[in-house]
């Protein structure tokens, strides 16, 4: 953009050639672009766009489905005004964005071209993808087979069993203990004592199991189910968080605690 700074000429000012001054200056927005695509208007929806919302070095944008062909998008600028239509289908519209979350939200919502495009985007761009557990997404959201399936860092299938409200207790797995994206302190034993103390979730999508080569981060206490599991993938990185019931952690925890909004923004970053 480009910027004239002038002062009014004083009385009897003879030169007036130097009062103003134009000058370019660039604009640039460094805050780390994310897409987050959620298929009904859920708990988790809310508490997961604010936890990021919050913090002003994210771009988040919400794209949620309000019906088959209704969406309401949240956070977007001018350039972002195709996401009205849904889902991103051009490679120049969705690298905008560094990360993108699916939530609830099916297979079959997105085109063929669409779930190469979302594969690519990881693979070859570089970027990064994480889905959510709900009743739709993963092996029950008939994700299996798809590329996008094929990159997830969990094993998936068509007749996995339904997605369960159970509330249960999780833990850090062996992989998970030392891994950066569970450090939410630097000093092991008290990081220990955080993931040892934390609430419980509600909900989870039963899946097969973690892919070889990737990485469990936190598993159910008691069955030993994935809860959350990564991998790279290509040029870049993968996540699957299995619960749809994060949510829980907060409203379980006082108002000042941001153990729930500290996890996400660690994750995403």
Known sequence: ATYTVQIPPASGEAITANNA?????????????????????????????????????????????????RFYVQGASREDRYLEGGFPTTAKQLYRFETVILGDIEASY?????????????????????????????GLGGYEGTPVGDALPVQISSSDPPYSDERFAAKLSPGGADHPVMRLSNDPQQNKNLWDTMPKLIGITPVEGVKPGATMLI???????????????????????????????????????????????????
């Open 21 to 69: 001054k134009t000058f370019s200056l660039d604009i640039t927005d460094d805050r780390l672009p994310v897409l987050y695509v959620e298929g009904s208007p859920r708990t988790e929806y809310r508490f997961l766009r604010r936890a990021m919302f919050r913090d002003h070095t994210f771009r988040v944008v919400g794209v949620l489905r309000l019906a088959k062909d």
């Open 110 to 138: 997105f085109t063929p071209q669409q779930l190469e495009l979302l594969e690519k985007f990881v693979s070859s761009r570089g970027g990064g993808l994480m889905m959510l557990g709900g009743v739709n997404s993963f």
């Open 219 to 269: 598993e159910d206490k008691e069955k030993g189910r994935p809860v959350l599991a990564v991998q790279k993938y290509g040029a870049g990185r993968v996540a699957a968080f299995t619960s749809g019931g994060s949510w829980y952690w907060q409203v379980s925890m006082p108002a000042a605690n941001e153990f729930h909004e500290r996890f996400w923004k660690q994750l995403i970053r």
